[in-house]
């Protein structure tokens, strides 16, 4: 590898404008990494400093604490794009780990390739999509994920793995569980449909298209997809689940509870009180969502300088409070659904301190 670059190092940055929902105090170093030798200068700071490092994308999935963060943050910066046909009905496309996830959709819908459009308007970069198994309405990441490569934090040597060696599955991966702070995603390689036909099963967006007829209308193509990807993000704003710098809602991490996967026979009695349930594989996914609500949480409701979107029950925001005032919340609504429903939600934003 190359001889690393100098590096800024940055003293004292507040890390809430880093972030979507705005939380959290300051970094003790920061640095803005756009290459391989300026991650590997930055990891070199700070073992040589006896430092701590966390590694930040886009700050959608993130919560700092008030306190901040210790050690060395890093911000991913790798940009490039790259495509190549593979065959007559697959196209490769590498995407570094700082580009914007939701530009490459918007890139890969325009084109007409398959495989992305359902999860249009997520918020954050390429390089979280692989250790979330980042997914959205039926479609996930795993799905068209080729290859992805990595660097090693202390070996600071690159490695790829394959689709399988990732081991993912819902909303997680190897980067997330075993390997987790293991490794730094640099690129990721995904493969895509041309001429492809829109992956669309949730009633919400076929609802959006028209109905089942209107989707049938739509065939496959360049203009279906874009029908797909606007559908998508229609319904999404309608969450305050895209982000707009005019919605006080979009102050948020998204999602902050993971759908519950249950199995069937757990799933029943929900199913009965009239909770939505949809496959996953031989088990169900409830709609973390439906269980807050009828735990007693409604949309809106605010608890000091926190509370729940006006428009989306999964979603926390920040109404001008604390870190503290978010987590406080938020494990309480955890137990009253555990109380009432005997469920643990899983908190998807990571808490780093």
């Not at 046909?85 to 697959?90: A, D, E, I």
């Not at 895209?242 to 009695?269: E, Y």
């Not at 088990?283 to 608890?303: D, Q």
């Not at 729940?308 to 870190?323: Q, R």
Request: glycine share 10%.
């Amino acid at each position: 590898m190359d001889k690393a670059a100098p590096l800024r190092l940055r003293r004292n940055v507040h890390l809430a404008p880093f972030t979507t929902i705005g939380l959290g105090g300051p970094a003790a170093y920061f640095a803005d990494c756009a290459n391989e030798q300026e991650l590997v200068a930055a990891l070199a700071a700070a073992a040589n400093r006896g430092l701590p490092v966390h590694i930040l994308g886009g700050g959608s999935n993130t919560i700092f604490t008030d306190t901040g963060y210790p050690g060395l943050v890093i911000r991913l910066a790798l940009r490039g794009v790259s495509w190549q046909t593979q065959s007559k009905s697959t196209v490769l496309v590498t995407a570094r780990a700082g580009e914007m996830w939701d530009d490459l959709v918007a890139a890969a819908v325009t084109q007409g390739l398959a495989g992305f459009e359902c999860m249009s308007g997520i918020p954050g970069l390429v390089g979280a999509t692989p250790i979330q198994n980042v997914g959205a309405y039926g479609q996930d990441v795993s799905q068209s994920i080729v290859s992805v490569a990595a660097m090693n934090r202390v070996s600071v040597q690159k490695q790829e793995f394959t689709n399988a060696d990732c081991a993912f599955s819902y909303r997680s991966s190897r980067f997330k569980e075993e390997d987790r702070g293991t490794y730094i995603i640099t690129d990721v390689t995904y493969q895509l449909q041309t001429n492809g036909q829109p992956a669309v099963i949730y009633p919400q967006i076929i609802n959006e298209l028209g109905g089942q007829q209107a989707l049938a209308r739509l065939g496959r193509g360049p203009a279906a997809l874009q029908a797909v990807r606007q559908a998508v993000l229609t319904v999404r704003r309608r969450k305050s689940m895209v982000l707009d710098g005019h919605d006080p809602n979009t102050r948020s991490c998204g999602s902050f509870f993971v759908n519950p996967i249950l199995d069937l026979a757990a799933a029943a009695p929900l199913q009965q009180r009239g909770a939505p349930a949809y496959p996953a594989g031989n088990k169900v996914k409830i709609p973390a969502a439906w269980l807050i609500e009828h735990a007693g949480y409604s949309k809106g409701y605010r608890r000091g300088g926190v509370g729940i979107s006006a428009n989306h029950p999964l979603a926390l925001v920040n109404l001008g409070g604390t870190a503290a005032e978010l987590l406080a919340l938020a494990e309480e609504i955890q137990q009253r659904v555990l109380v009432k429903y005997g469920i643990m939600l899983e908190r998807e934003p990571n808490l780093v301190s």
